[in-house]
């Protein structure tokens, strides 16, 4: 299966950004994924290309148009999941991206100004995905952090299959930490453990930290993990 992504935005050029490049660039080179940026504009209604207008009932900024939004979404998305990048979606989660990842089609609105018509979510059952507590100037860096994430998780992007396995939240716990040589560095030695060979006490280790550093940083994630089990 090759993920098909549509991107409806008003800035096309930025496409492929860091997503030609490392893993996701050849993996778009290979056809494991393929991109396509459709400009809004190009299904606007008059000769200035505008898709915008204010709010109904006043406010501040200006609104994306219902009717050439719709023009763009039904010309251009054959099946599949429509995403709108939005602060106020639901957050991306790794559960959500694996979720993602076993899609065919994607298409993904990356809005601007204010934000998007209210009809235009309801009338095609758009789900709102939000990476983050922030605001963006516009969708098109979200979309690309969210399709990082999934296409990393498509078959034969990552050489090897078990790299994701302890990845900080696929065990619903931040991943340990990891070290490397030079096994001594400016006074700092790698933890003993680590250099023992013995597997049984590693993985222990291992476990321990992930549930600590995660109790510090994360404790909302070790309750969920907790009232799972």
Not at 62 to 74: K, N, T, Y
Not at 93 to 111: P, R, Y
Not at 148 to 155: E, G, I, S
Request: proline share 5%.
């Amino acid at each position: 299966m090759v993920l098909k992504a549509k991107i409806l935005t008003i800035f096309p050029e930025i496409f492929p950004g860091f997503l030609g490049t490392s893993l996701t660039g050849r993996a778009l080179e290979d056809g494991i994924w393929q991109l396509e940026a459709i400009n809004i504009r190009d299904y606007a209604f008059d000769k200035h290309g505008s898709v915008d207008d204010t709010p109904c009932g006043g406010g501040a900024g200006m609104i994306m148009r219902p009717d050439v939004l719709g023009a763009a979404i039904e010309h251009n998305h054959t099946g599949g999941k429509i995403i709108y990048m939005s602060p106020k979606g639901m957050p991306l989660t790794q559960a959500k991206v694996h979720e993602l990842s076993k899609e065919e089609n994607l298409t993904i609105i990356c809005g601007r100004f204010e934000g998007i018509d209210e009809r235009v979510l309801e009338e095609y059952s758009i789900e709102e995905i939000s990476i983050g507590d922030y605001i963006l100037t516009g969708g098109e860096q979200a979309a690309m952090v969210m399709l990082d994430a999934v296409v990393r998780l498509l078959p034969g992007v990552l050489g090897n299959a078990q790299s994701t396995e302890n990845e900080s939240f696929e065990q619903k716990l931040l991943e340990y930490p990891q070290y490397t040589r030079p096994i001594e560095w400016k006074g700092r030695k790698v933890p003993d453990v680590l250099m023992s060979g013995h597997h049984e006490n590693i993985a222990k280790w291992q476990r321990q930290q992930a549930l600590q550093i995660t109790k510090n940083r994360r404790p909302d994630l070790l309750e969920k993990m907790l009232d799972s089990e």
